[in-house]
């Protein structure tokens, strides 16, 4: 039996994925691990789109479309070949997940808590893809701040697109990864 250490040990993010697609079950524990992630005053502000087939194809004609339009001042950063880029990044997986923090809508609330907590859900959801011997990968970039993005999913301004969580079966072996050690970045006061 694997230890939640040893998974969080071995855990990479792996780009290269098969076109198999992970089982709706598969797709459920991920999105139910990311239910228990801790979050002050239990606002469960995250949000979950899960894209497969064509779903991914429309968001990455929206994703093109935003860059041209976030470029429209100065077209020679968006070649051709920098919008067909853009459009195919929701094609790097099978299933992709994007993941939002909903704007807090208490006011005792800050959105860096609901921010934060979301985050706690993405590692829960890498996590669990681990487990199941899936491949995943948490990726932002420019389409995760922008409006029109964001107008895509019915998301408001103030929400924030957390992740976009690419999803399926590893094509390659992960990578060996090399920490700095723990002592480097610890100070311990008082103890």
């Known amino acids: 039996m694997t230890t939640v250490f040893e ?20 797709i459920e524990r991920i999105l139910e691990a990311a239910t228990h992630a801790p979050n002050h005053h239990k606002t469960e502000p995250w949000k979950f789109f899960v894209l497969g087939g ?8 929206v994703m093109a479309q935003a860059l041209a339009e976030r470029h429209k001042d100065n077209p020679h950063l968006c070649s051709q070949a920098s919008l067909d880029k853009e459009r195919n990044k929701p094609l790097r997986s099978p299933i992709l997940i994007a993941v939002a ?22 590692q829960n959801m890498l996590l669990t893809a681990e487990e199941l011997g899936l491949a995943a ?16 999913f019915g998301l408001t301004p103030e929400d924030h697109l957390v992740s976009f969580i690419y999803l399926g ?15 480097s970045k610890t100070t311990w006061l008082g103890c």
């Not at 792996?14 to 992970?22: L, R």
């Not at 064509?54 to 004609?61: K, N, Q």
């Not at 006011?107 to 979301?118: D, G, K, M, Q, S």
């Not at 079966?169 to 920490?179: F, G, L, N």
């Open 7 to 26: 998974t969080i040990k071995r855990r990479r993010s792996i780009g290269k994925m098969t076109d198999q697609v992970p089982t709706h079950e598969q």
């Open 54 to 61: 064509r779903a991914r194809v429309e968001l990455g004609d």
């Open 101 to 122: 923090a909903e704007a807090p809508k208490q006011a005792n609330v800050l959105a860096i808590e609901n921010i934060e907590a979301t985050a706690a859900a993405v």
């Open 137 to 152: 990968m948490w990726r932002t970039g420019d389409a995760a701040y922008d409006p029109q993005i964001k107008r895509w």
């Open 169 to 183: 079966y590893p094509a390659i072996q992960p990578a060996e990864r090399q920490h700095i050690p723990t002592a």
